[in-house]
Each structure stands twice: as C-alpha cells, then as structure tokens.
C-alpha cells in the first residue's frame, strides 16, 4: 500500500506526538521537523483518506473558547496503520540505500 | 482572560523581554530562568502578578517580588523587568476591555462545506486557534488576513478531496445502475 510522502509525515507525527496528536499540533511538527507548513486543508485531507483505509483513528477532545466551542480531533495509528508505515519507511531506506544517496548528492 | 491565557501570556511576555533588543545575554538568560521557575504557578497566584511586579533597592541588592516570593537579581534585571511588567500590564488591561474578536465567518463556512461533521468541527476550531495567536501577536486585522490566506490554501485540497469522493460514488453507482 503506497502512502504520499504528506500521509507518511503526518502519521509519523501521530506516532511522535501520541497521544496529543491534532490538527495544529501535527502541522507544527511537521513545520518544525521536514522544515515545511502543510495547509490545515491539507493535513484533513490526508487524514481523511487515511482515515478512510483503516489505517488511522479519531477521538474526539475537548471544547475550549479559543476554539469558538469547536472540539478538537485527536488522531492515533491503528495496528494496519502502524504496518503500512513501517513498509514504506522500509522501502524509502532500501531505495535510498540501492540509490547510493550519500555519496550521490554529497 | 483564562487561566490557560494568563500562563501563556506570562510565558510570551518573558519570551519577548527576552528578545529585546537591548536586553543583554546575561539578563535574557536570567529572565529565561524566572520563566521556567514560574510554569508551576497556579492561576490565581498568575492572575494578579503582573500587576505586582516591582523592584526594590534594599541593603543588599535589588529584588524582584513574584508570588513565589522575593528573586534576588541583578540591578538591571529589576529595573527593566518592572518597567516592561508596566507597560504590558497596561496593555492587558486595554485588551480585556476589548470586545471578543470573531474569525471571518464566510470563511469558516466555507470550509466546513467541504469536511464531514466533527472533522469540520475540529478544522474550523483549529484555525480559530490559530486566530487567537495571530489576534494576540499581530492585531485583529492582520489576523483576519492570515486567516483568510490559511482558509484559502485549505479550500484547494479539501476541494481535491471532495472531487475524489463524489467521482468514486459516482463511478459505483453507475456500475450499480449498469447492472439493473
């Protein structure tokens, strides 16, 4: 199962902020580890079509006045979720390798 | 202001002491110091500080009193924190006064038509959270800008992603149709 490079960092950021993982809390780490801001928009998106294959979970948060009463979306991997990231990490690091990367691109 | 606010707001205004520009190193750090000595405050000791804050000479240096008591620092450390405790006390103060700065509602609207029950929710919250920083850190006007701007560049691919949706349907629904 093929995930985009955005479906891959957003669900390493749910792994790394677990169990605080929400809309805001991944587009920072996301901004502050690949150096990149994905839109909201965007990061929605990508977790709705995760969301959609079984391969993430929602909970609902709390309700704070900050964000006009709206409750926050906590989002955590499912057991298939965690097994498609560990294979697409696999497959970037064994083509990296095959690539020769290092010595590729300095 | 919320018991949240006020910690996050003794945090930024010791942050942005701190980054002065004529804030030297040494005092910056001690500064950092006190920030963190400060996280474990509880609301109501926060609540009424930064109206408290002064310096004092005494016999045996300057100190700062804070609700954890009395922090011995250096001369330059109290006259200038207590220079700039006033002056953002005051600015607090305007800020409560103020009437609640609401986020543009179209766009708001605009977003959840493309999102499903509580992701719409948790969007729309998101960026109100957003909103909040901005209406603090920039004004409420530049605020509503940026989140214009951010409501702008969400629209694209949650449009993409409704786009996928209804073609998928569609195409199962005309098999569906092909077959009866």
């Known amino acids: 199962m093929e995930l985009t490079t955005l479906e891959q960092h957003a669900m390493l950021a749910i792994v790394a902020l677990h169990p605080n993982a929400y809309g805001i809390s991944i587009q920072d780490h996301i901004k502050q580890k690949a150096g990149y801001e994905p839109s909201v928009g965007s990061i929605y998106a990508a977790l709705d079509r995760l969301e959609q294959k079984g391969f993430v979970r929602t909970k609902q948060g709390e309700a704070t006045r900050e964000r006009g009463g709206r409750r926050k979306l906590y989002f955590s991997l499912t057991a298939p979720g965690k097994k498609v990231l560990a294979a697409s990490l696999n497959a970037t690091r064994s083509l990296g390798r095959a690539a020769g990367w290092q010595e590729a691109l300095g | ?180």
Request: proline content about 5%; hydrophobic content about 40%; aromatic content about 10%.
């Open chain 2, 1 to 180: 202001m919320s018991s949240d606010k006020r910690k996050e707001f003794l945090i930024q205004f010791l942050d942005k002491y701190a980054s002065r520009p004529d804030a030297d190193y040494e005092i910056a750090k001690r500064l950092f110091d006190l920030r963190w000595a400060h996280e474990d405050l509880t609301p109501g000791q926060l609540s009424d500080w930064l109206r408290k804050i002064r310096a004092q000479q005494r016999d045996d240096g300057f100190t700062v009193v804070t609700p954890k008591g009395i922090a011995r620092v250096p001369r330059e450390v109290a006259v200038h924190l207590a220079e700039f405790a006033t002056v953002e006390s005051e600015a607090v103060t305007q800020s409560q006064k103020a009437p609640p700065v609401e986020p543009p509602r179209l766009a708001e609207f605009g977003l959840s038509l493309f999102l499903k029950g509580d992701k719409a929710d948790a969007l729309t919250g998101d960026l109100n959270e957003r909103f909040e920083q901005d209406c603090q850190r920039y004004g409420a006007k530049r605020a509503r800008r940026i989140y214009w701007g951010r409501a702008l560049r969400s629209l694209w691919p949650l449009l993409r992603r409704a786009a996928a949706r209804a073609i998928k349907w569609g195409v199962i629904i005309d098999n569906v149709w092909r077959h009866f």
